[in-house]
């Protein structure tokens, strides 16, 4: 594929007159939910020539369709904490849209969940999906309830009850829940302990993330860090570079994260700065992956604690000021709205050439912004961050065939499904309009197979 550098000056502001209307009244109708709002912006400042160029689009109302979830669900979930104390949050599942295939989502537990959220987080998903070419829909669901400081046997009680409830919506044909913040291989084992209890079936392909001893797939866990390090060399690759010797800042020391900096690492960069809730550290030889992974997966420690083990090379900093530190690469991959327009700014003046979202919308519009009109690559959440869901799939495919694959092999198609993800964003930004706009790429790419697959299916 022969390919050009991005220009600069592509960032759209304003919305086409035949999408403003369709958004306000859409907002109105779902008060109080800024992430959502934040989310739909950013797809509608991108698809007024789409729907310039297709007025079927218009006649079948399919943006106000598209924009309603199928289905939303809301249920409460008492647990009893250790000392027998009775505690009830909230569970959250949204069913989207499922044009393509049965809904396709992970599962976060964060005591930030509330709807707002999970619609935002589901109506992301459902173009993500889109882009992997994987015959899935969209989904995503979750909880209020925080999982920090709490027990094994706590977590199990928290899970098997949101699965009592949760059971009665999910099926490996109908709604496939996965992992997200807060929950993890331990969580997803509680899920599908309880889900098998209830329903008297080894269902393997109702959820994903599994171990593998009971169904799951190998680099399942390594998914979305790899794919978004994968998606961010094709980006570079596109302007006749590569990771090779560039240092590389990455926000968040979670599963995400830790395997971006693997990958970076195997790719022959260097991340030299990573992140947790309460600061990050600075390690300009390279953060030991190794270590990190001790420090965090296993004894599930904080980032001060890595400082304080590798010695004096690594400084902790507590608090904010990661996206000051000068790199080339910059992969945001702890929550939403982390990385705001000062922090872009600060990136940009420090010389940074791509931008790739490993976490689900972690810029705010106003970073977003500043990237492209700096002519910056940029990587969206629902394309760099799109291999966890493609390998989720793979998983649900071994799962349907009782196969299991080889950790080269599935490694091979992840890798596969990336290419194909960013070939297919630069070629649809090409084609609207927005050479090396991967926003505008993204948004209307995976918008336009939705959108057709549901003028396929009628009025439903």
């Known amino acids: 594929m022969t390919v050009t550098p991005a220009v600069s000056g592509t960032a ?98 964060h005591p930030s969940v509330d709807l707002g959220i999970i619609k935002f987080l589901g109506f992301e998903q459902l173009f993500k999906n889109a882009l992997t070419g994987m015959p899935i829909g969209g989904g995503k669901g979750g909880s209020d309830f925080d999982p920090k400081g709490r027990s094994d046997a706590e977590i199990m009680r928290f899970c098997q009850a949101l699965m009592t409830e949760l059971q009665r919506h999910i099926g490996e044909y109908t709604d496939v829940p996965a992992g997200d913040i807060g929950v993890g291989e331990r969580e997803l084992g509680y899920l599908f302990g309880q889900y098998k209890r209830i329903t008297n079936r080894y269902e393997s392909g109702v959820l994903t993330g599994k171990g593998l001893a009971w169904g799951g797939a190998r680099v399942r866990r390594e998914a ?68 990190l992974k001790q420090v965090k997966e296993v004894e599930r420690l904080r980032m ?83 291999g966890g869901v493609a390998t989720s799939a793979l998983e649900m495919q071994q799962n349907a065939s009782r196969d299991s694959w080889t950790f080269e092999h599935t490694e091979e198609r992840l890798l596969e499904i990336m290419t194909d993800i960013h070939d297919a964003c630069f070629e649809t930004a090409d084609q609207y309009g927005a050479p090396g706009d991967y926003v505008t790429g993204a948004n209307v790419a995976g918008f336009t197979r939705v959108a057709d697959a549901m003028l396929a299916l009628g009025l439903i």
């Open 224 to 291: 979305t860090g790899y794919g978004c390090v994968y998606f961010v060399e094709r980006m570079l690759e596109a302007r006749d570079m590569s990771l090779e010797g560039r240092d590389v800042v990455v926000s968040g020391s979670g599963n995400v994260a830790i395997y971006a900096i693997e990958k970076v690492g195997q790719l022959g960069g260097r991340v030299i700065a990573c992140s947790d809730s309460t600061g990050f550290v600075h390690e300009p030889t390279g953060i030991d992956v190794e270590l």
């Open 12 to 109: 759209h502001t304003t919305l086409d007159d035949r999408l403003e209307g369709v958004y306000e009244a859409i907002v109105r109708r779902n008060p109080a939910q800024p992430e959502f709002h934040q989310a739909l912006r950013e797809v509608f400042e991108t698809v007024g020539p789409v729907v310039a160029k297709h007025p079927e689009y218009v006649e079948a109302k399919l943006l106000e369709r598209i924009c309603e979830p199928e289905r939303q669900i809301i249920f409460r979930v008492p647990w009893t904490d250790d000392r027998g104390e009775v505690h009830v949050n909230r569970g959250f599942r949204v069913e989207f849209n499922s044009a393509l295939g049965p809904y396709k989502g992970g599962l976060r537990f």
């Open 304 to 386: 001060s604690d890595y400082a304080e083990r590798r010695g004096s090379g690594a400084r902790f900093v507590d608090g904010s000021g990661l996206w000051e530190i000068p790199c080339e690469v910059a992969l945001p991959c702890a929550t939403q709205n982390e990385l705001d327009g000062d922090a872009a700014a600060a990136l940009v003046r420090n010389g940074v050439i791509a931008v790739g979202e490993g976490a689900n919308m972690p810029c705010t519009r106003d970073a977003v912004r500043t990237f492209r009109e700096a002519g910056t690559a940029f990587g969206p959440g629902k394309a760099a961050n799109a």
